[in-house]
């Protein structure tokens, strides 16, 4: 079993640079969202309501050091609301510039969103890059995976189906068949 870990700036007594190195041999992801986006947490480096230079630096620094140990980069759009440039060309315009910097820099392997709208301007724009749906879009079916089939690679099944044995085997008998990949958030 491999495990994804989530960026989180470094503490005084330490950073996801020594956490992942420590345990390297168990970590096959970093996800992160990019500095002042919203994710379902706090924004990533704001300071007094504005991104911090400093901190962005920071992220940068550790996040290079993190995939040349192997680790695989993953950019989260894991917010429940984009507000209402949700669905503007905008949006469309920052995704592409976030997701073309991440790969350049780290190695993109791959967009985890809850936005249909994020993974199609993904889609369009990067083919090569995996997509994948969040455990925020609560997926708790075939049927949803079923109509959301067309625009990720893989999927998160809602965290509530971890103790659904035999909902978890439908969802991943589903994802085999259909050349998806299932995630669980333990």
Same mark, same amino acid.
């Given at each position: 079993?491999?495990?994804?870990?989530?960026?989180?700036?470094?503490?005084?007594?330490?950073?996801?640079?020594?956490?992942?190195?420590?345990?390297?041999?168990?970590?096959?992801?970093?996800?992160?969202?990019?500095?002042?986006?919203?994710?379902?947490?706090?924004?990533?480096?704001?300071?007094?309501?504005?991104?911090?230079?400093?901190?962005?630096?920071?992220?940068?620094? !550790? +996040? /290079? *050091?993190?995939?040349? %140990?192997?680790?695989?980069? =993953?950019?989260?759009?894991?917010?429940?609301?984009?507000?209402?440039?949700?669905?503007?060309?905008?949006?469309?315009?920052y995704i592409?510039?976030?997701?073309r910097e991440?790969?350049?820099?780290?190695?993109?392997?791959?967009?985890?969103?809850?936005?249909?709208?994020?993974?199609?301007?993904?889609r369009e724009?990067?083919?090569?890059? !995996? +997509? /994948? *749906?969040?455990?925020? %879009?609560?997926?708790?079916? =075939?049927?949803?995976?079923?109509?959301?089939?067309?625009?990720?690679?893989?999927?998160?099944?809602?965290?509530?189906?971890?103790?659904?044995?035999?909902?978890?085997?439908?969802?991943?008998?589903?994802?085999?068949?259909?050349?998806?990949?299932?995630?669980?958030?333990?």
């Open positions: 079993m491999k495990f994804a870990v989530g960026y989180r700036l470094p503490t005084q007594r330490t950073s996801m640079v020594e956490v992942i190195r420590e345990f390297r041999e168990e970590i096959a992801e970093c996800y992160f969202a990019m500095p002042g986006d919203p994710s379902g947490r706090g924004a990533l480096g704001v300071e007094h309501g504005e991104v911090d230079g400093e901190t962005v630096e920071v992220f940068w620094n !550790e +996040l /290079r *050091a993190i995939a040349e %140990m192997g680790v695989r980069p =993953v950019l989260l759009y894991n917010a429940a609301c984009y507000g209402k440039e949700a669905l503007s060309k905008a949006f469309a315009s592409v510039q976030n997701v991440v790969r350049d820099l780290l190695g993109l392997a791959c967009v985890t969103t809850t936005s249909a709208f994020v993974a199609e301007t993904v724009q990067f083919p090569e890059i !995996e +997509l /994948r *749906a969040s455990v925020n %879009m609560r997926l708790y079916s =075939v049927a949803a995976l079923d109509c959301l089939s067309p625009l990720f690679d893989s999927f998160y099944a809602a965290k509530e189906l971890n103790r659904d044995i035999a909902a978890l085997r439908r969802v991943k008998a589903w994802c085999d068949a259909h050349g998806k990949q299932l995630h669980a958030e333990l």
